[in-house]
């Protein structure tokens, strides 16, 4: 079983030493090694073995750490059977404000979006999160980092780089404690807005007078008819709700409550996937900016359970038991 396990590659070996002018074990000198992997590390001296002159080596572990911990919230987080889904439409953009086509231009949030960020925050500070899903966009990712500064376990969200395997080396976390503070954040194109193609910069308004208000709304509400050189609902439907299925559903199956700030319509299109919405209800879907939406994930179905629309959290979401639950928790870790 052992041998199984090591079939495939699960670390990277650091030389460090000699072991001769041949490279040949039978003539080492001092050489040791480190294996690091994803959840531990070993140190391993190559010695020499017996008198003067023999050419004889042995292995011999030097250290041993371990790294493993747990991303979930060991604060009585929701059971295996039961995990949380947020859903975060980006705060208010500079775009926004000045009512412009934005689509994958990457435009940071204004002063109100950071407000909304905060405020969304504050409305999800008690539901468990072991993990988080933003677009590659800033205002997304803007979110997020917002809304987690006021989330009651005051863990750190912490973006992953896994886009090289320098980048993924440089930014390891090697203290297990650190990391059981952290929660791991992924970006992932797949989430971004919809490409509004040679719409993006325009504004609404006079794009509306140029080509019409009936070609624009076509444009923006319908499902399946792009604007010039851009995507469709259907098409980021498409990319975003792949991703999901893929990355994200996986994580809900296994227990982890899962934070996703993404945008307007990659949003739209994966509330259509777990509500099971038609084509004709998804286009009159309106989702407000910096406000959360809950679902709970329970044995392969979703369950939508509430969004604040109002200036405090009390009455606003129907928790479920095990969040309940994990609100009192956190109630005592602050007495």
Not at 168 to 181: R, V
Not at 186 to 211: F, H, I, P, S
Not at 235 to 251: D, G, L, N, T
Request: with cysteine; charged share 25%.
């Amino acid at each position: 079983m052992v041998a199984n396990a090591f079939r495939h590659p699960v670390g990277v070996i650091q030389l460090h030493g000699s072991v001769g002018d041949t490279g040949s074990m039978s003539k080492c000198r001092q050489m040791s090694f480190r294996f690091i992997s994803k959840n531990f590390a070993v140190d391993v001296g190559l010695l020499r073995k017996g008198q003067r002159g023999s050419r004889q080596c042995k292995l011999q572990v030097i250290r041993a750490s371990t790294s493993q911990t747990s991303t979930t919230d060991p604060i009585l987080s929701t059971s295996k059977a039961e995990s949380a889904l947020i859903l975060i439409r980006h705060g208010e953009s500079l775009w926004n404000e000045k009512n412009l086509f934005t689509g994958c231009v990457d435009v940071p949030l204004t002063k109100r979006g950071v407000d909304e960020a905060i405020e969304a925050g504050k409305r999800i500070s008690n539901i468990p999160i072991d993990m988080i899903f933003t677009s590659s966009l800033i205002r997304a990712q803007m979110t997020a980092m917002l809304a987690m500064t006021q989330h009651r376990r005051k863990k750190v969200p912490i973006i992953t780089h896994n886009e090289s395997r320098q980048a993924k080396t440089w930014s390891q976390i090697y203290s297990g404690d650190t990391k059981k503070q952290s929660i791991p954040v992924v970006t992932a194109w797949q989430l971004n807005e919809r490409m509004y193609g040679e719409l993006q910069g325009l504004n609404k308004l006079e794009t509306a007078e140029r080509y019409g208000k009936e070609q624009v709304h076509e444009w923006r509400r319908s499902y399946d008819i792009p604007p010039p050189s851009g995507e469709s609902l259907e098409m980021c439907s498409q990319r975003a709700v792949a991703y999901f299925k893929e990355h994200i559903e996986p994580k809900l199956q296994s227990g982890k409550n899962v934070l996703v700030a993404a945008h307007g319509n990659s949003l739209r299109s994966i509330i259509m996937y777990l509500e099971r919405l038609t084509s004709q209800e998804v286009i009159s879907l309106e989702l407000s900016t910096g406000v959360p939406l809950l679902y709970i994930h329970k044995e392969e179905k979703f369950m939508r359970r509430g969004s604040p629309v109002g200036p405090t959290e009390p009455g606003v979401y129907a928790y479920t038991k095990s969040l309940a639950l994990y609100r009192q928790e956190l109630d005592k870790k602050s007495h």
